[in-house]
């Protein structure tokens, strides 16, 4: 089912507890060899308890947005035609702007950018003011010991060792993003008087129990190594914890973490206080039995999973996701078709994105929800896996090259092969026992080597991005660590391999 030119959409927004509308202003189909139907789609400036009235509708406004660094800019985008069955259409009027719109989104608005500029209209207007004048303000500061800009907004590896470094921080207006390792109590009162910092990482803190309650954060990365408590704000709505998590570990937050996404990887740890979570991302996985996901959490609406790869046993068990609306998996094995719900058992589920899964899986599954996909979900199965290509690649960091439309199959195929044979070379060199300096050499040689290959491959159609040069650099800090888990193993003693000289290499020989 499309939508028409002029039509107003109205769906809920989790963070305010009240529904926001969109107006569609432009429908166009791509040029891709399967063309699909793209709608433009404006956030308004409007929320309210209930659906609109006649007369809302008639006054509803775009919403422009001036948050953070947001200057008069309107949220308006192109995304799939096809519309979400958590959207409803309240009424139709001429389109509130005729500009077309250049930019693509992944998915319908979800009135995340009227809550924030909700939010941000809270803020004092004279801090708001200056965070405005600082964020056009290039000159160089010193904070911290460190030449910086005075806009900067993200601070990484912030190690506070007294109350002086915290307030150091004060010299950055536009500080919204702190990463630090180690841990101060003068960082809590500082969060709490500063409302523009929204993301907070904290890794190596030492603490049992950490109270957020009153600062403004948003999104919140922690080490839960050792912990027993995090105390949680209202606003908090994405949660990560890394670390080894203690059974009975507890997360005070509203409503039992009704509108909090909680992140984690490896393993589903025992964790109080999100009896009612409203959105789960599992990564990493080995093995995992989504029935206990689904005993733990029983009112999710999203389940993202996403495999080292792995397998999963227990898909049928999603079912009883009443509230499920987003479903997804990614490098995951050990189920068939028939194991998979139909989506008549899943009379929510608007979303449902599978890739690199079992070739059999992806078949059934695409037929099954070939209907559904017409009215009411929007399906992507992709990167179908046979038994055959699980037996070559499945350790292999490239694998998920295989399929996707920007890079050739040349180029999968080559990378892939190019790991095979830095594999060998690894090996070889750990059963060598040679002087710390000539293995050096060697590893300086071969990460030459390898950045060389890549360079080859990127040099005529440059397709090498941003994520892909990610991946060949992680590809190879991956072999640098194997090779120094395999030295410890089949040598006396131990030898630790120079990494930074080695990324040095990497970062200078590269072109990409």
């Not at 003011?129 to 056009?136: D, G, M, S, Y």
């Not at 589920?349 to 070939?370: C, D, F, N, V």
Request: aromatic residues 8%; proline residues 4%; hydrophobic residues 35%.
């Amino acid at each position: 089912m499309f939508p028409s030119i002029g039509d107003i959409y109205c769906s809920f927004n989790e963070q305010m507890q009240q529904y926001t509308a969109c107006q569609i202003t432009a429908l166009k189909e791509t040029e891709d060899k399967k063309p699909r139907q793209l709608a433009a789609i404006l956030q308004l400036n409007w929320s309210g308890d209930q659906l609109p009235t006649e007369s809302e509708l008639d006054v509803m406004k775009p919403l422009i947005c001036n948050f953070y660094f947001w200057n008069g800019t309107l949220e308006h985008n192109y995304v799939k035609a096809e519309i979400p069955v958590s959207y409803t259409l309240v009424g139709s009027r001429p389109p509130l702007i005729t500009e077309e719109s250049r930019s693509y989104s992944s998915g319908w608005p979800t009135g995340e950018s009227l809550y924030r500029q909700r939010q941000w209209e809270l803020i004092d207007e004279s801090r708001r003011t200056l965070f405005k004048q600082a964020a056009n303000d290039h000159s160089d500061i010193t904070a911290r010991g460190i030449n910086m800009r005075r806009n900067t907004s993200t601070i990484r590896n912030f190690i506070p060792t007294s109350a002086d470094d915290v307030a150091e921080l004060e010299a950055l207006p536009c500080l919204t993003h702190i990463e630090m390792n180690g841990y101060h109590e003068a960082i809590i009162p500082f969060l709490e008087e500063n409302p523009f910092i929204y993301e907070l990482h904290v890794q190596n803190h030492g603490q049992r129990i950490l109270n957020f309650s009153q600062t403004q954060l948003t999104r919140l990365v922690v080490d839960a190594s050792g912990m027993e408590k995090i105390i949680l704000n209202d606003k908090m709505d994405f949660l990560s914890l890394t670390g080894e998590i203690s059974p009975g570990f507890l997360i005070d937050t509203a409503a039992d973490g009704q509108r909090l996404t909680l992140s984690i990887a490896e393993t589903l740890p025992q964790i109080s206080g999100l009896s009612r979570l409203r959105a789960l991302q599992l990564r990493k996985i080995e093995e995992l039995d989504i029935e206990s996901v689904v005993h733990a959490y029983p009112e999710l609406s999203e389940l993202r999973l996403s495999g080292k790869p792995g397998t999963v046993s227990g898909i049928h068990s999603i079912q009883h996701l009443t509230s499920l609306q987003m479903f997804s998996t990614n490098d995951l094995f050990g189920f068939n078709g028939d194991q998979f719900p139909s989506p008549e058992q899943l009379p929510e589920l608007h979303t449902l994105w599978m890739s690199s899964l079992p070739a059999e899986a992806a078949k059934s599954i695409k037929t099954r929800y070939k209907k559904a996909a017409e009215t009411r979900i929007d399906l992507d199965i992709s990167q179908p896996r046979k038994p055959e290509w699980l037996a070559e690649n499945l350790n292999n960091p490239f694998r998920d090259w295989d399929g996707r439309e920007q890079i050739k199959a040349v180029h999968t195929k080559k990378a892939a092969q190019l790991y095979k044979q830095s594999l060998k070379r690894i090996r070889e060199l750990s059963q060598r026992t040679v002087q710390a300096e000539i293995l050096s050499e060697q590893l300086i040689s071969f990460t030459q080597e390898y950045t060389q290959a890549f360079n080859q491959m990127d040099a005529k159609s440059e397709w090498i991005g941003t994520i892909e040069r990610e991946k060949i650099a992680a590809a190879l800090a991956g072999l640098i660590d194997q090779l120094e888990e395999q030295l410890e193993t089949n040598q006396s003693g131990s030898f630790k391999i120079n990494c930074e000289q080695l990324y040095e290499v990497f970062d200078r020989i590269r072109d990409f």
